[in-house]
């Protein structure tokens, strides 16, 4: 997620953190609350491969440091800071089957419970019914570095074991993602895209979305390194496939993270000086692509002509 993206009401699933420590970043740079990590590896399995896994989950559970806001302040947030959700971690989490009994569960499908904005008072629909669906719990989804690990040393055979990962986690990832709350429905057309596609651009420089409630829809987030074989993957076509527009892609900051690293599938590799060994992932290049669910096209109205005019003499 770019540093510029943050929201602190955005309902946020980071998927298959490694050691949890871009979690961490989050929760601990950014006071990023709503966080829901999860990891493949069971509880156990993760802290044997990574050592500082642990640290890293406490962090992320642990209240948001409140040191800097007056004291008065804090004592009349007690009672609501109680009721305010906390972020969780999950393990033995499958990116593959997210919100299915070996995804999460009911966990990854309820997600945390949301402040109901109340509607003013002249606000009326037109029908008894909400004219959206209430789509899934969660703003943003974050899947970084997926990779199903050495499963061969062949080449297309790990291509397309890695293609069949990411179909099925963005399969499993569109029915899990926001819808804007009935007030924040876009107006006509805001939401297409030409040709039926998103910008598909790629922005190496800061882009902002704001700050406040999010009124867009939900994100899935994927970040992988530059180059081959990752470019062989061909995400953006396995994206579209699954239903979903590419808004745009970025260069990964990875210095806006403090602590992250890249967690290798292997786990932990100590080098002869006792020091984090084998190459780290954060040497290299890599990039961040932001997907959303394709909308369907709403038909043009009439456009209203100067004989059209309600007002009445």
């Not at 527009?245 to 900051?253: A, D, G, H, L, R």
């Amino acid at each position: 997620m770019h540093p510029t993206q943050k929201n602190l009401e955005y309902q946020k699933l980071t998927r298959t953190q490694g050691d949890f420590s871009f979690a961490r970043a989050l929760a601990a740079q950014y006071k990023c609350p709503n966080i829901c990590a999860t990891s493949y590896d069971s509880k156990e399995t993760l802290f044997s491969k990574y050592p500082q896994a642990e640290e890293n989950v406490e962090t992320i559970l642990s209240k948001p440091d409140q040191s800097d806001s007056d004291s008065d302040e804090k004592e009349v947030k007690d009672d609501e800071n109680e009721k305010e959700p906390q972020s969780k971690v999950l393990y033995s989490v499958d990116a593959r089957k997210l919100g299915s009994q070996t995804g999460g569960g009911k966990e990854l499908l309820r997600g945390f419970a949301r402040r109901e904005r109340k509607r003013p008072a002249w606000f009326n629909p037109a029908t008894p019914d909400p004219p959206y669906q209430s789509g899934g719990a969660w703003d943003v989804i974050c899947f970084n570095f997926p990779h199903v690990g050495g499963l061969s040393t062949d080449v297309n055979r790990q291509v397309r074991a890695n293609q069949e990962l990411l179909v099925a986690f963005f399969k499993a990832a569109v029915p899990l993602v926001s819808k804007p709350p009935p007030l924040m429905e876009a107006d006509e057309g805001e939401y297409e895209y030409e040709d039926g596609e998103g910008s598909d651009e790629e922005d190496d420089e800061e882009s902002t979305t704001g700050n406040g409630i999010r009124t867009g829809h939900g994100q899935i987030l994927v970040t992988l390194f530059e180059g081959e074989p990752y470019t062989l993957w061909n995400i953006k076509d396995l994206a579209r496939h699954a239903g979903l527009v590419v808004v745009t892609s970025f260069k990964f900051p990875w210095s806006s993270y403090e602590g992250y690293s890249h967690a290798r599938t292997v786990g932990h590799i100590e080098g002869k000086d006792g020091e984090r060994g084998g190459w780290k992932g954060e040497d290299r290049e890599a990039r961040m692509y932001v997907f959303e669910v394709k909308q369907k096209e709403k038909k043009k109205g009439k456009k209203r002509t100067r004989d059209d005019s309600s007002d009445s003499e």
